[in-house]
């Protein structure tokens, strides 16, 4: 559950969806031999235009509350460990009794076999939020926001190479291109490149194309529904937030002044979360690993933008032609899949 925070988001800077096992064998039913072969194929889950535009809007609208909210959030609770928690704990409680009021629902509970295999794309996903967080230690958040912009090239080129989907046309590479293009002019004409540090920049950008193609992977390769999918992710990362916490430095949430509003806005990013966790999941096994990267690049461009004219105002006309132009590559993008169908 995934932006300029490190509480789950969209993919996120910041919440944006893990370890790593030398027991292939374990995944069961010829998964990892058959895996790629089925991950190549058209989803069998793939939807009719109208749920996926339903999924996007979905989606998009969960990332953009999630990230304003998120920033107040953390703002008001200065210990993103502990937001993160909160979200985690209360969206695997959540389904866990929907479970529990409807034993019919179909929703999985943990089992050993597909335990295994997921935890490796929680363990992904949770890398992304660490990655995150420490990146924004050194580095601005318009330098990050460049970084995301240009993972969707890394992502259709990774994604062609292990999922064996074709790689976009010329205008579909030059759509791809220009979100990357679009971003930076923002950045030159806004705030500035400020880093101070290359190092969890770099992890930042490794891990978050690695959970775009991998998520994929395992949401096509394991069946499930989509709520079991929020059960298993959220279940299996509260142990790392934990652990992270632990290793980071614990109890800052201990030194807040808490009153009925921090525990409104906490509630509220929790109900958020669970809803982007359903939405993330829900989109992914409609569109590809790029086009999902690409929309998750708009929903934070356009919130920018939105929070920047409403209240920072800071960004002048080139900063602001900049994001337009972002997003009018993504949509350019997308053109450029249905004319080479």
């Known amino acids: 559950m995934t932006s300029g925070v490190s509480p789950k988001n969209d993919g996120q800077e910041g919440y944006e969806t893990v370890k790593q096992t030398d027991e292939p064998d374990t995944i069961g039913a010829g998964v990892v031999e058959e895996g790629l072969e089925e991950a190549a194929k058209p989803?069998?889950?793939?939807?009719?235009?109208?749920?996926?535009?339903?999924?996007?809007?979905?989606?998009?609208?969960?990332?953009?509350?999630?990230?304003?909210?998120?920033?107040?959030?953390?703002?008001?609770?200065p210990d993103a460990s502990f937001v993160l928690f909160c979200q985690f704990i209360a969206s695997s409680i959540s389904v866990r009794a929907m479970k529990m009021a409807d034993p019919q629902a179909d929703i999985e509970l943990l089992t050993l076999e597909k335990a295994k295999p997921f935890s490796l794309a929680c363990g992904v996903f949770f890398l992304c939020l660490l990655a995150n967080t420490q990146a924004l230690k050194s580095v601005n958040v318009e330098t990050v926001i460049v970084a995301r912009s240009c993972s969707p090239i890394a992502v259709c080129v990774l994604e062609h190479a292990t999922l064996g989907r074709a790689l976009p046309n010329l205008?579909?590479?030059?759509?791809?291109?220009?979100?990357?293009?679009?971003?930076?002019?923002?950045?030159?004409?806004?705030?500035?490149?400020?880093?101070?540090?290359?190092?969890?920049?770099?992890?930042?950008?490794?891990?978050?194309?690695?959970?775009?193609?991998?998520?994929?992977?395992?949401?096509?390769?394991?069946?499930?529904?989509?709520?079991?999918?929020?059960?298993?992710?959220?279940?299996?990362?509260?142990?790392?937030?934990?652990?992270?916490?632990?290793?980071?430095?614990?109890?800052?949430?201990?030194?807040?002044?808490?009153?009925?509003?921090?525990?409104?806005?906490?509630?509220?990013?929790?109900?958020?979360?669970?809803?982007?966790?359903?939405?993330?999941?829900?989109?992914?096994?409609?569109?590809?690993?790029?086009?999902?990267?690409?929309?998750?690049?708009?929903?934070k461009i356009i919130t920018v933008l939105i929070n920047d004219i409403v209240w920072t105002q800071h960004s002048n006309m080139m900063g602001h032609l900049g994001l337009l132009f972002c997003i009018g590559a993504g949509f350019a993008y997308e053109r450029s899949k249905v004319q080479s169908k």
């Open 43 to 77: 989803s069998p889950e793939a939807g009719t235009k109208q749920s996926v535009a339903f999924g996007v809007a979905l989606y998009a609208a969960c990332s953009s509350t999630l990230l304003l909210i998120n920033k107040v959030s953390v703002h008001m609770v």
């Open 171 to 299: 205008q579909g590479i030059l759509s791809l291109a220009a979100i990357a293009g679009g971003a930076v002019l923002y950045v030159v004409t806004d705030e500035g490149f400020k880093i101070d540090g290359y190092a969890w920049l770099l992890f930042y950008f490794v891990f978050i194309v690695v959970e775009m193609v991998f998520v994929k992977f395992v949401v096509e390769t394991i069946p499930m529904s989509t709520w079991t999918r929020v059960y298993y992710n959220n279940t299996l990362s509260i142990p790392m937030v934990i652990a992270s916490s632990v290793a980071l430095g614990f109890g800052d949430f201990m030194k807040v002044e808490w009153g009925i509003l921090h525990l409104l806005v906490i509630a509220l990013s929790c109900i958020v979360g669970l809803a982007i966790s359903y939405a993330g999941f829900n989109l992914r096994k409609l569109i590809s690993a790029t086009s999902f990267t690409v929309i998750g690049v708009m929903c």
